[in-house]
């Protein structure tokens, strides 16, 4: 048995190439992007020389049997001054216990190697959101992380405990609660606060407003740390052809842009049936499966500090979701959020919101 540490192209495609196996007979599992992982995973995804990541694996008799992923993020130390390793993209065969182990434990020691004094297992922003603990009999949402529940008991046996849950709501679009949204609106507009949908012909501009607001809002946000612009614009410019202008907006006051909020489609109800197959060579399929969505998720909603309790985060969610509701829409999901962040969980909950899923986020320290 042998705990490996990767470095070529081909490797990190392996490494990708591995869940396809873990999840060969699961009817609920997504595929992953394969080339945006693989670009994670050598470094390319836009966050510089400061995020040092090192993929692992472990495998016996030339197979893989358990994949980690470590990282030590420059941007994250400095500004929670701390240092804060992060362990990514775990999957792994059932039984394996001490393979398991002796993965978890090399990835560790090269986090201790570079100076961390902890791990944090499954949450990094831009990198990946927290592992599921229940609904494993349902498709996730786009890009929310789906595991077997027995990864649990693995990373436990590693000495990690539980740092905090984290939790999704789900709407159920009904004409009562789009009655509701519009009177959210309303009140904002009423108090001078316009709403405006994203400037697509303008992205790069959109962009540029989108990086800087969403890094200031989300400065004292648990495991968050300033991100650089190429992976906000990784949601934005590379995913323009998914996205949908109404379903992103921008609140602004005296001309000072205060707030936004980042929607669109549940891509999963399209990458879902596809099951991996390349869609430049299915497109007529993923374009029939694109029409059928009927699932919104807001992902990423902030206000400025000075602004906040004025509703301005109910009518930037309020807005973006009469848009799903125009476009036929059923439900909404409202994510992620911490468990203890109790503003953004009341505003889920007046919104119409009911927790569907949770998640969860562990930690170990390295001594």
Not at 140 to 147: E, K, L, R, S
Not at 261 to 284: C, F, T, W
Request: glycine share 6%; charged share 25%; net charge negative.
């Amino acid at each position: 048995m042998h705990v490996i540490a990767l470095s070529t192209r081909e490797e990190f495609e392996r490494y990708v190439d591995f869940a396809q196996d873990v999840y060969r007979d699961n009817q609920y599992w997504v595929p992953p992007d394969k080339h945006h992982l693989t670009q994670l995973l050598a470094g390319e995804a836009g966050f510089g020389p400061g995020s040092k990541i090192q993929p692992f694996w472990v495998e016996k008799d030339d197979k893989i049997l358990a994949i980690i992923t470590a990282v030590n993020d420059d941007a994250y130390d400095r500004h929670w001054n701390e240092r804060m390793g992060h362990l990514l993209f775990f999957e792994a065969f059932p039984d394996q216990d001490l393979a398991v182990s002796a993965l978890i434990n090399g990835a560790c020691e090269w986090l201790q190697g570079h100076g961390c004094k902890a791990a944090r297992m499954s949450l990094l922003p831009g990198l990946q959101l927290p592992i599921t603990i229940d609904a494993y009999d349902a498709v996730p949402t786009i890009f929310h992380t789906f595991n077997p529940p027995y990864y649990h008991s693995y990373i436990k046996n590693s000495r990690f405990t539980t740092e905090l849950g984290v939790v999704q709501y789900q709407m159920q679009f009904t004409p009562e609660l789009a009655g509701r949204y519009r009177e959210m609106v309303r009140q904002a507009t009423d108090n001078r606060v316009s709403l405006r949908s994203w400037d697509f012909d303008r992205l790069e501009e959109e962009t540029e407003i989108f990086s800087v607001l969403g890094n200031e809002t989300f400065s004292h946000h648990f495991g968050f740390m300033p991100l650089p612009k190429p992976v906000y614009r990784g949601l934005t410019v590379d995913l323009k052809d998914f996205l949908l202008d109404d379903f992103m907006v921008f609140a602004e006051v005296d001309g000072q842009t205060v707030g936004f909020v980042y929607s669109m489609p549940d891509l999963n109800q399209a990458l879902h049936p596809m099951r991996g197959k390349a869609i430049e060579e299915n497109l007529e399929e993923f374009q029939r499966h694109m029409k059928a969505i009927n699932h919104g998720v807001l992902l990423i909603i902030g206000v400025k500090r000075d602004y906040r309790g004025r509703g301005i985060n109910l009518a930037l969610a309020a807005k973006s979701y009469l848009a799903m509701i125009d476009r036929g829409y059923k439900t909404g999901s409202y994510t992620v959020v911490l468990d203890d962040n109790w503003p953004s969980r009341r505003t889920a909950e007046k919104l119409g919101g009911r927790v569907t899923r949770n998640f969860i986020i562990y930690r170990k320290e390295l001594n």
